[in-house]
């Protein structure tokens, strides 16, 4: 089956991510295929490159980017979240006249529109948040 | 034409157990994970809810967030089914329709 992933909650806040995370695992091992992840409210900060948790624990931005890689994942970064929590890749960064940028490998930066795509072109959307 | 009802919120924070429950069709599957499957210990306040909804509708445990909390599977509310992520992911296949209760 084709799987739309929603996830409304950033890393190490919610188990939310986590959650979603291995939800895409089992699905992915089960030959199923994610066709995208949505990322949407404090989920943007998924999509981070800069984050630096304690040697001894996972690295959920990076588990994200991995997974992607590995399997071919389209993951959206909502632009109206991110801009609001300075999630930012070059190209907006640039036109905001910003100094920096920290979109994650993997990851990209578009609108609503891609959620209901992603739903539509999808045999289930499933939603995980607080 | 079923829906699988994801539920995550502990039952003794938050209503969304016993609002899942009132919604849910004969027919339906509930999935408790993360903080929802607090509720899932025999004798919990909760218990007499999940007990009556098991006449009509499965009620489904996520392993994984039970073994997070340091709970064990044989002291769970007779009747509720034990599942993993890869149960997890055969239940939203078997429903065609799901909703998290968020």
């Known amino acids: 089956m084709k799987y739309t992933l929603m996830v409304n ?21 089960k030959g199923h295929e994610i066709f995208r992840v949505f990322f949407y409210h404090d989920g943007v900060n998924n999509g981070s490159r800069l984050s630096v948790p304690p040697k001894d624990d996972r690295l959920v931005q990076k588990q994200w980017s991995d997974l992607a890689q590995q399997h071919g994942i389209d993951m959206v970064i909502c632009i109206a979240a991110a801009q609001r929590r300075g999630l930012m890749d070059t190209a907006e960064a640039k036109r905001q006249g910003l100094d920096a940028h920290n979109i994650a490998p993997g990851f990209r930066i578009s609108g609503l529109g891609q959620l209901i795509e992603g739903s539509i072109e999808s045999d289930r959307t499933i939603v995980f948040g607080d | ?22 919604h849910a069709s004969k027919g ?4 408790l994970i993360e903080d929802a499957v607090l509720g899932a210990v025999a004798g919990s306040q909760v218990a ?25 599977p044989n002291r769970l509310v007779k009747g509720l089914q ?19 209760w968020l």
Do not use: W
């Open chain 2, 82 to 100: 034990v599942v993993d992520y890869s149960g997890f992911v055969d239940l939203t296949v078997q429903h065609d329709k799901n909703q998290s």
């Open chain 1, 9 to 29: 909650e950033g890393p190490y806040q919610h188990q939310s991510s986590d959650t979603a995370y291995h939800f895409a695992k089992a699905a992915l091992a």
């Open chain 2, 28 to 31: 339906d599957a509930v999935l």
């Open chain 2, 48 to 72: 007499h809810l999940l007990l009556s909804a098991l006449a009509t509708q499965a009620i489904y445990v996520l392993s994984e967030d039970l073994a997070a909390r340091g709970m064990e």
């Open chain 2, 1 to 22: 034409m079923s829906m699988l009802h994801i539920v995550n919120k502990s039952p003794f924070e938050r209503n969304a157990l016993a609002s899942c429950l009132s």
